[in-house]
C-alpha cells in the first residue's frame, strides 16, 4: 500500500515554533526522507473560518503567510503538494455524508473542540460548523487516503474520531476507505509546546507565540520575557526544570552542537538542568543560551522568507498547481465513495439495467 502524508494549519496567522517543533519541522524530515509515495499539506482555510466566520479577510491574508512559513521551513512544492482547502469542494460534500455517522454525544465528548470551545467563549453558541470540524478534518485526511498524519498532540482526539468514521464507513458501505496513523513528535517537549507565558500551549489564538518569520529582535526580547521558575527568586535559589518552559524550550530545541558552540562549560542539557536544580544558575545566563538556540534554527528559515517574499506570484502559482492536484485526488476518492454508498446513478450501467428488468 501507498505511503500517504496529509496534514495542514489553519490560516489563523503566522506559524509558530510550536507549529514547527510540533509538526512542520518533521513533515520537511519525512519529505526529504523519501519514504513516502506523496505528500499533502493543506491550508486549511474552510476550518480556520468556522470559528472566524466574521474575519475573512484575516484568513485570507493569512493564507499567504502560512504559505511563506511552509516554504521558508524548508517545504518543497516539487515534493509536497501545497494546497487551499476551500478549492477542493469535494471536501464539504465527503464531510456532509460522513456527518450521518457522527452522533452529536461524540462530537460533544472530543476533548479539543471542548477545550476550544471554552477557550473562545462559544459555550452558549458554538456555530455548528465549528462543532462539527472533526468531521470535516475526517474528510480531508481520508480524501487523500492518507495513511499518516504528522501532527501535535492536540489533534489525537481528531484523529481518533477520523479513525471511528472511517470504520462505520467501511463497516457500513464497504472497505472503501483508508485507516490513518497519527505520527506524534518523539520528543515529549515538541507535543505540545507552551506559550512564552507558560500557558499550556503557543497559540496564535492565545498571543503568547514565537513565530518564524520574528526578527532577531523580537525573538531574543520574547525569550527574555519568558515565564520560569517563579520559586527561583535569586540566583543561588534552587530552581525547578519540571514545567518550566525555558527548559521545556530546551528540551525541543537544543542539540549537543549547541553546547559545543554557545555553552561549551556543558556537557549538554541535562548537565545544565542539574546545575540549575542545585541552585547558583541565574535564569539569565539561560535565556541567552536559549536564544543563541533560537536564533540558530530560526537565521535559515528567515532568510529564505525573504527570498520567498520577492516571488509572490509564484507562490500563488505554487497553491494553484497543489489545489489543481488536489482537486483530482479528491474528486477520485469522491468517486468511490458514492460508489459504495450507492449514489452513482449514472456511473452504473448494471444498475439501469436491473431497473429495466423490474419493470419489464
Ligand atoms: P488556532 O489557535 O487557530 O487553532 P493553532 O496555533 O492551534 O491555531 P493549528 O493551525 O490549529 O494552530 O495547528 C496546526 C498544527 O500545529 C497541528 O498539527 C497542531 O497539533 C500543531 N500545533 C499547534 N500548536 C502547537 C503547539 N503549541 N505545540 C505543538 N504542536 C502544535
Ligand atoms: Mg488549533
Excluded at 240 to 247: I, L, M, R, S
Excluded at 296 to 317: F, G, H, N, S, T
Amino acid at each position: 500500500m501507498s505511503k500517504i502524508i496529509l496534514t495542514g494549519d489553519r490560516p489563523t496567522g503566522r506559524l509558530h515554533v510550536g507549529h514547527y517543533v510540533g509538526s512542520l519541522r518533521r513533515r520537511v524530515e519525512l519529505q526529504n526522507s523519501g519514504e513516502y509515495d506523496k505528500i499533502f499539506i493543506m491550508i486549511a482555510d474552510a476550518q480556520a473560518l468556522t470559528d472566524n466566520a466574521d474575519q475573512p479577510e484575516k484568513v485570507r491574508q493569512n493564507i499567504m503567510e502560512v504559505a511563506l512559513d511552509y516554504l521558508s521551513a524548508g517545504l518543497d512544492p516539487e515534493k509536497s503538494t501545497i494546497f487551499i482547502q476551500s478549492v477542493v469542494s469535494e471536501l464539504t460534500e465527503l464531510t456532509f455524508y460522513y456527518s450521518n455517522l457522527v452522533t452529536v454525544s461524540r462530537l460533544q465528548r472530543n476533548p479539543t473542540v471542548k477545550a476550544e470551545i471554552q477557550m473562545r467563549n462559544f459555550e452558549a453558541s458554538i456555530p455548528v460548523g465549528f462543532f462539527t470540524y472533526p468531521i470535516s478534518q475526517a474528510a480531508d485526511i481520508t480524501a487523500f487516503k492518507a495513511t499518516t498524519v504528522p501532527v501535535g498532540e492536540d489533534q489525537m482526539p481528531m484523529l481518533e474520531q477520523c479513525r471511528e468514521i472511517v470504520h462505520k464507513f467501511n463497516t457500513v458501505y464497504g472497505e472503501t476507505l483508508v485507516m490513518p496513523d497519527i505520527l506524534l513528535p518523539d520528543n515529549k517537549a515538541c507535543l505540545r509546546l507552551p506559550g512564552i507565558d507558560g500557558k499550556a500551549k503557543m497559540s496564535k489564538s492565545l498571543g503568547n507565540c514565537i513565530y518564524l518569520s520574528d526578527t532577531e529582535q523580537d525573538v531574543r526580547k520574547k525569550v527574555m520575557s519568558m515565564f520560569t521558575d517563579p520559586g527561583h527568586l535569586r540566583v543561588e535559589d534552587p530552581g525547578k526544570t519540571e514545567g518550566n518552559p525555558v527548559f521545556i524550550y530546551l528540551e525541543a530545541f537544543s542539540r549537543p552542537e549547541h553546547f559545543a558552540q554557545f555553552w561549551p562549560d556543558y556537557a549538554g542539557l541535562d548537565e545544565l538542568k542539574a546545575h540549575y536544580e542545585r541552585g547558583g544558575l541565574g535564569d539569565v545566563k539561560v535565556k541567552k543560551f536559549l536564544n543563541k538556540v533560537l536564533q540558530a534554527e530560526l537565521a535559515p528559515i528567515r532568510q529564505r522568507r525573504k527570498e520567498w517574499e520577492k516571488r509572490i506570484p509564484d507562490v500563488y502559482e505554487i497553491l494553484r498547481e497543489g489545489s489543481r492536484e488536489a482537486c483530482a485526488v479528491a474528486a477520485d476518492t469522491l468517486k468511490e465513495v458514492k460508489a459504495a454508498m450507492r449514489i452513482n446513478y449514472f456511473d452504473d450501467d448494471a444498475m439501469i439495467r436491473e431497473q429495466e428488468e423490474k419493470y419489464r
